[in-house]
C-alpha cells in the first residue's frame, strides 16, 4: 500500500513547467478548495478475476500549523476486513501545506502492512534544504515535495505545452531518502471505469522496484482531462497479479467535473 501511495504521488507530477525541480517552488491553488473529498476501490486481479481488495481516500481541509493558514492533506489506504487475514492494510499519511506556495511544511505517515508497522513525522525547513525527523536531520533538494503533497501541488499545473513521450524529472522524500523520479506524458484518452465514462489525461511514471511492484514504467495512470485533475483510474502490474484503481465517489470539487461523459 505503500507503493500505491508513492504512485498516487508520482502519477499526477508531470506537470511541471520545465524537466527539473525547481518549477515546484511555488503556484497558486486553483483546482481544489477546502472539503473536497474522493474515495477509490482498489481491485486485484490472478488468472482475470478481479476482486474488490480494498478502499483508499483523498480528503482535503483548511488550517492553521504554527499560526499559518495550510491545506491538510490526508490519504487513506486499508484492506477490506474479509481480506485483513491475508494481508491487512491500515496506512494514513498527512501532509500539511503552506497555502501561498504549496510546500510542505510537515509529514505525517503511520502504516500497518501485514506485520509490519511504521510512524513518521517530518518536518521541512525550506530555508536550509533540510528534512527533520526521528532519525535525524536529512539534507534534501529544494522545492521537493513528499508524496501527498504533491499530488496537490501537480493538480494546479499546466499540461497543455507537453508533447507525447516526453518525460518529466521531479524528486520526492520518503522513508529519509530523496527519490528522482521522472513521468512520461502519453497524450490524452477518454476511458470508460466502474463509475463511468472520462475524458483523461494519461501516462506513465517510473516505478521503484519493489516487493509489490516490478521497476520501470508498469504502470498506467489516468486523471481527468478538466480543472479539477482528479486521479481516475490506475492500473498496474505487481509480483503475482494485477491491481486496478477507480475513483468512486467525489465530493466538493472547486469546479464541475466536465470530464465525465456519462455515469455507469
Not at 491500515?90 to 506485520?115: A, H, I
Not at 490524452?188 to 511514471?205: A, D, M
Not at 503475482?240 to 465530493?251: A, C, L, P, R
Request: one cysteine or more; a positive charge; charged letters at 20%.
Amino acid at each position: 500500500m505503500k507503493k500505491l501511495f508513492v504512485t498516487l504521488a508520482v502519477l499526477l507530477t508531470f506537470g511541471i513547467t520545465r524537466a527539473d525541480t525547481e518549477g515546484f517552488c511555488s503556484i497558486k491553488n486553483n483546482a481544489f478548495k477546502n472539503g473536497e473529498n474522493t474515495s477509490f476501490y482498489i481491485f486485484y486481479t490472478v488468472a482475470g478475476i478481479w476482486v474488490h481488495a480494498g478502499t483508499a481516500q483523498l480528503i482535503t481541509n483548511l488550517e492553521r500549523l504554527n499560526n499559518k493558514p495550510v491545506w491538510h492533506f490526508t490519504a487513506i489506504g486499508q484492506t477490506n476486513p474479509s481480506y485483513d487475514w491475508i494481508f491487512k492494510v491500515r496506512d494514513n499519511y498527512q501532509s500539511y501545506v503552506d497555502t501561498t506556495t504549496m510546500q510542505p511544511m510537515k509529514f505525517l505517515r503511520s502504516v500497518e502492512e501485514g506485520g509490519y508497522k511504521k510512524y513518521e513525522n517530518v518536518s521541512f525547513n525550506k530555508t536550509t534544504n533540510t528534512a527533520i525527523g526521528k532519525d535525524g536531520v536529512f539534507k534534501i533538494t529544494p522545492c521537493i515535495q513528499d508524496v501527498v503533497s504533491s499530488v496537490y501541488y501537480a493538480r494546479n499545473m499546466n499540461f497543455d505545452s507537453y508533447k507525447v513521450g516526453e518525460k518529466v524529472n521531479f524528486d520526492i522524500f520518503l522513508d529519509n531518502e530523496v527519490y528522482h523520479i521522472y513521468i512520461r506524458y502519453l497524450g490524452k484518452e477518454t476511458i470508460k471505469t466502474r463509475y463511468g465514462k472520462f475524458r483523461c489525461i494519461k501516462f506513465k511514471p517510473l516505478l521503484l522496484k519493489s516487493s509489490v511492484f516490478e521497476g520501470g514504467e508498469k504502470m498506467t495512470v489516468w486523471v481527468s482531462d478538466d480543472m479539477n485533475r482528479l486521479p481516475i483510474r490506475i492500473e498496474s502490474g505487481i509480483s503475482v497479479g494485477s491491481i486496478k484503481v477507480d475513483m468512486m465517489m467525489y465530493q466538493n470539487l472547486r469546479h464541475p467535473l466536465t470530464s465525465l461523459v456519462s455515469i455507469r
